[in-house]
């Protein structure tokens, strides 16, 4: 671990803290005002490397072309108690289409939702409803416990959790191109719907390809979040 840090070092850190998503070397440059990305290039991967070897709580994690400073996953269930749960429509509809497709990879999600894709999931790992574990270069996404108990599911299956969106939701294994998902509303955090908040509408369409075949699935259509 380096001695001594460059303050250029310090300052994507500050960056990477205030975003509380992932960024890319061009987004922190621009943040940053500087001329010319090498530095700051070099600088990610040096604060990359201290944390890796600093006894912390965080890490820098590549997502992507991004990166994220983040809590270690071993660390998120710890913060649950003090963090809220707040979803806005686009959070719900990405947290929909993850458990309903899990396991799904993020590059996929990024297809069926947009760049969006990398801040939601980042907000879903830190309420503790999504998990995210490696795979190539990027990352494999399932729901939680949490998740289970928060909208009062006895089990945490993904085929259960499917059954439970069919059921709620009306939707029907393999729907039909064009078919429409009522993604759930955000829940009170004791698990009790209120039928009366309307929801926003999601289209999965066609299931994704499972395994190594769903980075190259095409895209889905989908609606434009709703804001």
């Known amino acids: 671990m380096p001695s ?12 990477l803290f205030a975003a509380g998503k ?7 440059t621009e943040a940053l005002a500087l001329p010319d990305f090498r530095p700051v290039q070099k600088a990610v991967r040096t604060l990359e490397q201290t944390y890796t070897h600093r006894q912390s709580s965080l890490e820098v994690r590549r997502v992507g072309d991004r990166y994220a400073l983040q809590l270690k996953e071993s660390y998120v269930p710890t913060v649950h108690a003090v963090t809220p749960v707040e979803m806005a429509p686009r959070t719900v509809k990405a947290l929909t ?12 999600l990024v297809r069926m939702i947009g760049d969006v894709a990398y801040e939601e999931v980042q907000h879903l790992r830190g309420l503790g409803l999504v998990r995210t574990e ?29 059954r439970f969106l069919e059921g709620r939701l ?17 829940l009170p955090t004791d698990g009790a719907a209120d039928p009366a908040e309307p929801a926003p509408s999601v ?3 066609a299931e994704p390809a499972s395994g190594a ?10 609606g434009p ?3």
């Open 213 to 222: 075949d769903q980075d190259s699935a095409p895209s889905e259509a989908l």
């Open 134 to 162: 490696p795979k190539g270069s990027t990352l494999e996404l399932t729901t939680t416990r949490r998740f289970a108990e928060y909208f009062g599911l006895a089990s945490t299956r993904p085929e259960e959790i499917r």
């Open 4 to 15: 001594k840090l460059d303050e250029l070092v310090f300052q994507i850190e500050a960056v």
């Open 225 to 227: 979040p709703t804001e």
């Open 22 to 28: 992932p960024l890319g070397v061009k987004e922190i």
């Open 97 to 108: 289409l993850v458990a309903y497709h899990q396991p799904i990879l993020q590059s996929h």
């Open 170 to 186: 009306g939707v029907v294994p393999g729907p039909p191109t064009g078919a429409q998902i009522d993604a759930p509303a955000p």
């Open 203 to 205: 289209d999965p369409a």
